[in-house]
C-alpha cells in the first residue's frame, strides 16, 4: 500500500493561478533588488531564492535572463502608466516616478540594446515599444509652454539624457547624477519615489 504524503484532511490547497501570479510578481520583485545591487550577471538562483521559490518556477515564469530584465523594465513601464492615470497627477511628479526607475534599473537597461542572442524577443523593438508607451504617460501631463514641449522630440531627448547621465555603484549615487541632470536641463522633478497606490 502506498502512503501518501499528506491525509487527505491536511493536504495543502493548491493555489493555482494564484500561486502563478504571486510567485511571478515575487520573481520581478526579487530580480530588481538584485540587479540593482549585483547587476545582470547574478545567478538566476539568487533571483529564485530571494524570491522564495524554486529555479523550476523561475524558469516555468521565465525561459531566459533577458525575459526576466524585460519583465522587471516592462512592471517600472506600468508603474508610470498607473502614476499617470492618476487624477491630479502633473509632469514634476512623474518625472520623480520616472527618475526612481531611471536609477533603479541602470544595472540590466542594456539588455534592451542586446543582439538578441537567441532569445525569444527582439530587444530593440521592445525597448521601442516601452519608450511609447513612456511617452505617452508623460507627454498626456506636459502643459503648453514647458520647456519639454517646445518641440515634439524634446521630451523623449531629454528623458535619453538623463538615462545616459544616470551613473554611479550605489543607488544614492545615481539618483543624484539623474536629479543633477534633470536640473542641468532646466526641469523641475518631483519627490524621487516609486509610484505607490
Avoid: C
Avoid at 523593438?125 to 506636459?142: I, N, P
Amino acid at each position: 500500500m502506498t502512503q501518501r504524503p499528506f491525509p487527505d484532511a491536511r493536504r495543502p490547497a493548491n493555489a493555482g493561478p494564484k500561486a502563478a501570479a504571486r510567485n511571478r510578481a515575487a520573481l520581478v520583485s526579487a530580480a530588481r533588488e538584485i540587479y540593482t545591487e549585483s547587476g545582470l550577471e547574478t545567478p538566476l538562483s539568487a533571483i529564485a531564492r530571494r524570491a522564495g521559490v524554486g529555479q523550476g518556477v523561475l524558469y516555468r515564469h521565465f525561459p531566459d535572463r533577458a525575459a526576466l530584465a524585460v519583465a522587471v523594465l516592462e512592471e517600472n513601464v506600468r508603474q508610470i502608466e498607473r502614476a499617470a492615470a492618476v487624477p491630479g497627477a502633473d509632469i514634476a511628479g512623474l518625472l520623480g516616478v520616472l527618475t526612481w526607475h531611471q536609477a533603479e534599473s541602470t544595472a540590466f537597461v542594456g539588455v534592451l540594446h542586446a543582439d538578441g542572442g537567441g532569445s525569444h524577443f527582439d530587444p530593440p523593438a521592445y525597448a521601442l515599444t516601452l519608450s511609447q508607451r513612456v511617452e505617452q504617460a508623460l507627454r498626456k501631463h506636459l502643459p503648453d509652454g514647458h520647456r519639454l514641449a517646445a518641440r515634439p522630440d524634446d521630451l523623449m531627448l531629454a528623458v535619453g539624457m538623463v538615462s545616459g547621465a544616470v551613473a554611479g555603484r550605489t543607488r544614492e549615487q545615481r539618483e543624484s547624477r539623474a536629479l543633477a541632470a534633470w536640473r542641468l536641463l532646466g526641469v523641475e522633478v518631483g519627490p524621487v519615489r516609486p509610484f505607490e497606490e
